[in-house]
Each structure stands twice: as C-alpha cells, then as structure tokens.
C-alpha cells in the first residue's frame, strides 16, 4: 500500500509568495566547486572520497543532495543511503539502503559478473539476492560495493552517498572506510555526511590522516550570507533585499544555521510579521511580543495549528524515530487510515513531516524530533512508547521482526530488561550476518541497560564474548571472558554454558598464543562434563590444536581421531570436517604421507558436499592445492580451488590460492605466468591490506627474478619485501634465501651465494637449524 496525500484546502498551499524556504545553496561555493571537481574526475575513471562534517543544522544534508542532483544532471549512477537514530542497531542499513536506491534505476551486472558479487550482495540485500553462506569482512562487503559500482556504473561512474553517518553502525563504518581507501582506484565517488563526535568523526579525522578523504567542515554563516540567504528565501530570483531589520532579527535568533534560518523566516510569514507588498518585503512595524526565540517553540506553535486527534498522530510518529512506515499509525493511534494521512498531509504543510518512496514518512530534520518530544512530559512520553510497544508486539510480524524498533520503545518506556532482550536478539542477529562490530556494540548496550543481578545482564556478556571470538579480538576475549566465566560459575548456571564460556576463552587464549592457559580452560571445561555433544566434540578438537601446535603429535592425531567419532555420533558434519583437515595437515606436513593426506582430505570433501558446506570444500580445497604443488601434480585443482574462493567471496583465500598459482608455475619454469599471476596477487593482497602475504608474493616476485638471471631486480623485490616490520624471522629467512641466493647461482657466482647465505642463516633464531620456505611449499 503506497500512501497519497490528499489534498488540503489550506491556505498555505494557495500562497503565491514563497514559504520561505531556499531555492539554492548560500555560502558554500568553495564546497560546491570540491564537490563539482569530484565528479569531474569521474569522467578520467578517478574517484575520491569526501566527507561533510558539520553541526546539526548547518545544511549537510542539502549540500549533499546538490552533489545528488548535479550526478543525476551528468548521468552518473548514484547509490543513496543514510543512517537513522536507531541505525546502529542495524546491521549496514546505510549501505543496503544505498544498494536498494541504486536497484531501482538500474539491473544488476550480467550473471558473468554477478556471480563474483553474489557472496556480498546476499548479505547487503538479503531476501533480494541469493547467495552462499560465507564468512563475511568489510573487506569483502566493501569490495563487493566497489565491483558493483564498477561493473553497473558504465563509462560515467557512480557517487555513493551515505547520509548520517554518525548513527551508523559500525559495520558500516568499516565498509566506507574500506570504499575511502579504495575509491582512488576506481570511478567511484563517495561523499558521506556527518557530525563532528564520535566513531565516525575519528574515522573521518584518520581517512583525512592517511589522505584517503577529503574533509569538508562546514561553518556557519555570516552576516552578509545571512542576508543573502534571507534574500534568497523570499524570491527565487533574489531582486528584492530583505529588511534591515529581519537581517538583525534572524542574525541574532538563528546563529548562522540555514535550517534556522528558513525556519524563522517560514515562521515570520505564518504570523504575518513578514508580509509582500507591492515589489518588496516589509517587516511589521512592531514585531509580535511572542516572535519565537528557538526552533523549539517553533514546532511547538506548528504542532499547536493541528488538531488534538492529528497531533496525537505526529506525536506517536515521533517516539517511533525521525523516518517511520505510516502504515503502523492507525493501530497505534486508533485512527483510521484517512485520518492518519489527512494529519500526515497537514504536517507536511506545516514543514514538520515530509513524504518519501512509498510507505515512508520522515521528519523534516532531526531536531525536530527532538522538539516535539521535548514538549512531552516524560511520564507521558514512557506510557505512549509502552502502549505503542504493546501494540506493534501484538500486531504484525514484519515489525515484531524488527528488534532494534522494539528496544527502542522499551528503554523509552523504561523496559530496560525487555529493552535488554531486544537489544540481545539484535546482536545475535548481527553475529549471524557476520556485522560483528554490530553484534559487540548491542550487546554491550545490553549489557548496559541492566544491573549484574538480572539474567539478561549474563546473556549480553555471553554474546558479546561470542561476538568478540569471531572477531579475533583475542584481548578483549580474554577481558570479557574471565569475568563471565567467574560470574557463570558463582551463578551457578549451566554446564553447557559454563563450558562454552571457557571454550570461547580458551580459543581466544590459543589465539594470543597463550598455548597453556588454553589446554587448562578447556581441561576444566570438560571436568564440567557438559550435556551438548557437540560441545563435548570442539573442546576435543580445541585441545588435539593445541597438541599439534606443541607439537605432539601423537595426542593430536589420537584426539582428531576420537573427535571424528564424537562429530560422528552428534551427526555433526562440520566438526568432523574439522578433525579431518587437522589428521589430513599432519600427514601432509609432518609424516609426509601425502596418499594418506589426500584420503583424509577426501573424505573431508565428500562429506562438505554431501551435507552443503561450500567453506569446508573450500578449505579441501585450500590443503589439495598445496598438496599438488608439493607433488609437482599441475595447477588444476589449484585454479578449481581459486574459482570456488571468487564465487564464495573469500577473497583472501582467493589471493592466497592465486599465490599457490604463481608458485606452481615458477616450479614448472613458467616464469611469464608466475610472474603475472604473482603481479596481480600482490595488487590484491596489497589492496585487502594482507601484509604478510604482500611480503611472501614478493618473495616470488623475487625468485622469478632471480631464475630469470636478474640479480638487481631479485635484490630490490627482497627489499621490498624485508621492509615490513612484523614478519616473523623464518618469513624473513624464506625470502632472502630464495631471492637473493638464487640470484648470485643464477650467475654462477659462488662467493656471493654463500655469503647471502649466511646472512639469511643470521635472520633465524639460534636454534633454528632449518627452515622451509613459505612461498616455496
């Protein structure tokens, strides 16, 4: 159902003078021209990424939708998202918002390309676009918005907009930085909007560090732009110069705000203090003694203009948020559908509300909102938001599907533990999507709602703590872990989830490479003897990890084994492709037995396909193309592997096996190919911020040189490979051994191969007595 306004016979849309809004930007040229230079290089395949920061008020949002407009005049594709207040609790609202816009006018790539996009567009566009259950990253999301920019965009280029970014999750905020890094590289053009706090006000502040985003700080008006402005609002063609005195009065009252500025301009003309007589304005010789002094009383005198029923309406609408469907306003009012939209166009009249697409409403700025539920009581505010809470939990199930709504009528209400498990269902929602930093930050608000004695308080930290382990954040794992697990055992809860809170620290733990402390977490948490099989089984396989790390092999193998029986009996197909990636790695690199690996692998692969689990083929996958490499077996399954990571989105793991690639053809004396397919590695592994791997592909950037007979360009790769920092001393080793040793005996030049020889043997420990090369297999 798609709302109509009807029409009013009211006399503000009869005006014939302007309502006092304004019909151009004013004192923003410097903005406009960074703006309009944006989208210039567009048309040179340049992008950039700008960002406007600003006050509430000071006009964002309309010197982005000039940038919009003027995309639109040029034919440039635009993707249009913004945040909401209740936005965080969103898992990437701004950016499948941004998505769905573009979608309208637009189809997706060619199933050639949409293939390749398929893994992210599920989880930006769920319910629109299928696609395989992988593990997501703001890298691949971010990605994903960039090759859709790309491939739909055509020869004009596209803009991303994302408005409000301050309410935006954090999800969200590492996909744009992701785009911002990024957007040089490709015809994109991302200009975000924001207020000058929080998250995204220190990510806009590192982006303008690291010269990935221009930051255009938006001031307010002076005097003379104020009466330019104050011109500009009266008459479309600005022939007629405001008085003096409403120069002085908007000056005063409005503070060089814009918004404020059409607001009390708006609002003199209502009251008839500013009337058009004959070529000009004049301003009423005595000004009303209630003329307002805020924005505040403004929206108070409009909501006064409506009627009770009417204001009621606009009320309700505004504890649901700044943008809400019209469509739950009935009920919630009990009003009918006419009456609703009869107030909806009154208050559009009114420059309260404006229409959006289809069912949506929202209000006309953010303060106010904030206006109209200042004038409530809080009393009466905490009982409307509880009644209306009743009312959507009793209605439909699409807005009973909407968690974050709910909490936010609850905490309004004072619901703060019913507030809690809405906040909590959101966050389990998020891990789910793969949005951890959305997931972290519900839960922790969760958490924050409710004393320690409530048993929501617990819930939060459990998920939290699994949101935290997904994350790979093994510090904050350890912070949030202890604790739980000492309150879990002082409340006595379960064994099970006593159990999983000491798995989950024990892998953060294993992480940090704290190797004891997690063999005792999970030795204690299988004293708990915990009812859930598949619990039982990962705390099996958690500790045959941990043997193997230490290198007892032995017990790792015999605790793969029996965790293959226990994932057997707990008919858990995932578990015992687990155990047997870790039995087929320890035939592979430690036996040596490589028939023996390629069964386990194998197996692992039959029953990934038989039970749909495309990321444990892929990890077969992953251990069969090293497995060919060591044997010399051609790069077949290699490129198999390779395609199936592109399909999945794993493009990580696509670089990595693109790696193995380069490696397979250098062994095969292939050195063009090598060369190319590590090139094209690097320039991935480079932009996906894989430091490490950045440092081993030029490695084999290095050994290509190298049996090519160039020894300077081998020596130059190994520099650039040695330069990073943080990598480990065999890494370090493999690659000067294999660039630089290789080029001396390429040359036939023994003295300089021995002496490179023992400064890679000075970059290992003492005790170091061999070492394989990582790039080499």
Not at 32 to 53: F, K, N, P, W
Not at 83 to 90: I, Q
Not at 383 to 398: F, Q, T, W
Not at 553 to 562: C, D, L, R, S
Request: charged share 25%.
């Amino acid at each position: 159902m798609t709302a109509t306004l009807p029409a009013t016979p009211r006399s503000r849309r009869k005006r014939r003078t302007p309502r006092g809004t304004c019909p151009r930007l004013v004192g923003r040229g410097a903005e406009q021209a960074s703006l309009a230079a944006a989208l210039d290089g567009l048309a040179e395949g340049r992008g950039t990424c700008l960002l406007i920061v600003g006050e509430p008020g000071i006009g964002k949002s309309r010197l982005l939708a000039e940038a919009v407009a003027e995309a639109e005049r040029r034919d440039i594709w635009v993707l249009s998202g913004r945040a909401t207040p209740v936005g965080g609790a969103v898992p990437y609202e701004s950016v499948t918002g941004a998505l769905l816009h573009g979608l309208r006018s637009r189809p997706l790539p060619e199933p050639a390309d949409r293939d390749s996009l398929r893994a992210g567009l599920a989880t930006l566009l769920p319910g629109f676009v299928e696609g395989p259950p992988v593990t997501h990253s703001p890298v691949l999301l971010g990605e994903t918005v960039l090759r859709l920019a790309r491939s739909a965009g055509g020869a004009r280029g596209t803009l991303i907009v994302l408005d409000d970014l301050h309410w935006a999750c954090g999800d969200t905020l590492a996909i744009a930085e992701y785009i911002a890094d990024n957007a040089e590289l490709e015809p994109v053009v991302l200009i975000a909007t924001l207020r000058p706090q929080g998250t995204a006000f220190a990510l806009a502040d590192a982006l303008e560090r690291r010269r990935s985003a221009n930051v255009l700080t938006l001031a307010r008006l002076d005097t003379p732009a104020v009466a330019e402005m104050a011109a500009a609002c009266l008459s479309e063609e600005g022939e007629s110069e405001p008085p003096e005195a409403l120069v002085e009065l908007i000056s005063a009252q409005a503070e060089g705000l814009p918004f404020l500025i059409e607001e009390l301009v708006s609002g003199l003309i209502d009251r008839g203090a500013l009337v058009h007589r004959g070529g000009g304005w004049e301003l009423a010789a005595e000004l009303p003694t209630d003329v307002p002094s805020s924005f505040a009383q403004m929206v108070g005198e409009r909501m006064a203009e409506l009627r009770a029923e009417h204001r009621n309406v606009i009320e309700i609408a505004a504890v649901l948020g700044r943008d809400f469907d019209w469509t739950a306003l009935p009920a919630l009012a009990g009003a009918q559908a006419g009456d609703v939209l009869q107030a909806l166009s009154t208050a559009v009249d009114l420059q309260l509300v404006e229409e959006l697409i289809g069912d949506r409403f929202r209000f006309r700025h953010a303060l106010t909102v904030d206006a109209i539920l200042e004038r409530m009581l809080e009393s009466q505010r905490s009982r409307l938001a509880g009644r209306m809470l009743d009312e959507l939990v009793a209605g439909s199930e699409p807005v009973r599907d909407r968690p974050e709504l709910l909490a936010h009528l609850a905490a309004q209400a004072g619901r703060n533990a019913q507030a809690a498990r809405y906040l909590i269902e959101e966050a389990r929602r998020a891990l789910s999507a793969g949005a951890l930093a959305t997931a972290i930050a519900n839960a922790r608000r969760a958490q924050r709602l409710v004393p320690a004695d409530e048993p929501e308080w617990l819930t939060a930290r459990e998920v939290l703590l699994s949101a935290l382990d997904r994350s790979g954040d093994a510090e904050a794992v350890a912070e949030v872990g202890a604790s739980l697990v000492a309150d879990l055992d002082a409340d006595a809860a379960s064994a099970d989830r006593r159990a999983r809170a000491r798995l989950l620290l024990a892998r953060g733990a294993y992480a940090a490479l704290d190797r004891t402390r997690a063999r005792v977490l999970c030795a204690e948490a299988i004293e708990l003897d915990p009812p859930d099989r598949e619990l039982r089984v990962a705390l099996q396989l958690m500790l045959a990890e941990i043997d193997f790390a230490q290198e007892e092999y032995t017990h790792a193998v015999a605790g793969a084994e029996a965790a293959l029986e226990g994932a057997d009996a707990a008919g858990s197909d995932e578990l015992a492709c687990e155990a047997l990636l870790l039995m087929g790695r320890y035939r592979l690199l430690v036996a040596l037995e490589r028939r023996i690996a390629e069964e386990c692998f194998g197996e692992a692969m039959r029953r990934a396909e038989r039970a749909g689990l495309p990321l444990y083929r892929l990890r077969v996958m992953h251990q069969l193309a090293w497995l060919d490499l060591g044997r010399a077996a051609g790069p077949a399954r290699i490129e198999e592997a390779r395609a199936l990571a592109r399909e999945l989105g794993a493009l990580a793991l696509e670089v990595e096996l693109e790696h193995v690639l380069a490696i397979s053809h250098l062994v095969a004396g292939k050195l063009d190919a090598a060369a190319e397919c590590a090139a094209h590695a690097l320039e991935s592994a480079r932009r996906y911020r894989q430091g490490k791997l950045v440092a081993v592909l030029s490695g084999v950037q290095a050994a290509s040189a190298a049996t090519r007979g160039d020894r300077a360009q081998a020596e130059r790769w190994v520099a650039d490979a040695l330069a990073a920092n943080d990598l480990p001393p065999q890494l370090r080793a493999a690659i000067s051994g294999s660039g630089l040793v290789l080029a001396a005996l390429a040359e036939d030049d023994l003295a300089a191969a021995a002496r490179r020889a023992a400064e890679t043997r000075s970059l290992l420990p003492a005790a170091e007595l061999h070492f394989r090369p990582q790039f080499l297999g």
